[in-house]
């Protein structure tokens, strides 16, 4: 699901939510005084009006239909430097008679970082027809400029780091369809048009980049297979989540490079105790034939695995295990504890323990959106090669 970042829109709309139900709780006491037997027959024959009145002209309530949150997240990396993430989301539904589809949401981006990382995109993931079609897409246009320390590196040797500049613009979408219980299986695409360059002089003995992949342009077609479970898309407190997709990058579709990813993982969360959760997610991923760098299985991105940064670990065969315990504290505030292993190689059979690369770490949960339960995090985390501080919305998965 895409991160939406939120805060004082939401904050403005939630204070005046609560003041309407202070209003609706005191206007009883508002009407306990004495009144004078004029006043008494005037409203008598008030009373006798309405009851005259057609029951289908009165206006119901306006029923909110969704929430509004903005928030700006923080970042501070080794690769890409400081700044900020600013967005703005909606979490909707869209139908308000569907009571079995998911909240769906939407949203906008921007980032900036002192290094020069410039980016803006558009995104979001609807579920409509009572949970029968779901739909995702993403569009984003930038540049990031951020630290690359090549193809299988070895973990506790000293990394050769090499300064890359990157940008161009990225589409995604997929369409999903619910085909028994809760499976959904459907079609997905994706294109980008993307450039390379060294940020600075070529590092001796380090990445080089290869003249394919100075100005390419990749497309895919591919598939997706997903079994949701859970309880809900933004805080799940039992059931399961498993996904499986392939993306086929070929020349016919326009894609310099032909190749393929595919990746499988799985969710589960159990209730432990009292406004408890322990979560826990393995994953596999697998680049295959004339794969570009930055297709690889990347160590530290996305939901796998905190306490790495992205471009430190990255090869063509990845697995990823972590466990969560979840407490929910008293107001909006919850904590987090979490730890896993994985690792990165060239191929299956490449795997050694002497190279694992575990993470541990905990966060902060701050709850912005009751109805939805969806949390500000702030997660810091220790790794073999050092350690992160990441900040989003929404869990890690």
């Not at 897409?137 to 500049?165: E, Q």
Request: charged residues 20%.
């Amino acid at each position: 699901m895409i991160c939406f970042v939120f805060g004082n829109a939401f904050a403005q709309s939630n204070f005046n939510t609560t003041n309407q139900d202070t209003a609706a709780a005191i206007s009883p006491a508002r009407t306990e005084p004495t009144v004078s037997a004029d006043s008494a027959v005037a409203a008598n024959q008030d009373k006798d009006t309405d009851k005259g009145k057609d029951p289908a002209q009165a206006k119901p309530a306006k029923k909110k239909r969704g929430t509004w949150i903005i928030a700006p997240i923080p970042i501070s990396s080794p690769a890409v430097g400081s700044g900020l993430v600013i967005g703005l989301g909606y979490v909707f539904k869209v139908s308000e008679e569907d009571n079995v589809s998911p909240p769906s949401t939407v949203g906008l981006a921007g980032a900036f970082t002192n290094s020069g990382t410039r980016g803006g995109g558009i995104g979001g993931r609807l579920y409509f027809s009572e949970n029968k079609y779901q739909t995702s897409f993403v569009a984003v246009r930038g540049r990031v400029n951020f630290d690359f320390y090549g193809i299988g590196r070895i973990p506790g040797r000293d990394p050769i780091k090499v300064p890359l500049k990157m940008g161009g613009t990225v589409f995604f979408g997929e369409f999903l369809r619910n085909v028994w219980k809760d499976v959904f299986v459907g079609p997905r695409y994706q294109h980008r048009s993307l450039y390379a360059r060294f940020d600075g002089p070529p590092t001796p003995g380090g990445f080089d980049i290869p003249p394919i992949d100075i100005q390419s342009t990749t497309a895919a077609l591919g598939f997706h297979i997903q079994r949701d479970r859970r309880d809900s898309t933004f805080y799940p407190t039992k059931g399961s989540l498993f996904d499986a997709t392939g993306d086929f990058f070929d020349q016919s579709l326009g894609s310099k490079r032909q190749y393929q990813n595919y990746k499988v993982g799985y969710n589960g969360y159990r209730e432990v105790g009292e406004k408890q959760v322990f979560a826990y997610r393995g994953m596999v991923c697998s680049a295959n034939q004339s794969v570009p760098f930055y297709d690889l299985c990347l160590y530290g991105v996305g939901s796998d695995l905190r306490g790495y940064t992205g471009g430190e670990f990255q090869n063509r065969r990845m697995f990823a295990t972590q466990g969560e315990y979840r407490r929910e504290l008293r107001g909006r505030f919850g904590m987090v504890a979490f730890g896993g292993i994985g690792g990165v190689a060239r191929r299956w059979n490449a795997f050694r323990s002497d190279e694992l690369l575990p993470a541990a770490g905990a966060g902060l949960r701050f709850k912005l959106d009751k109805k939805n339960n969806i949390n500000y995090r702030v997660d810091f985390a220790i790794g073999r090669a050092g350690h992160t501080l990441s900040i989003g919305v929404g869990e890690a998965f």
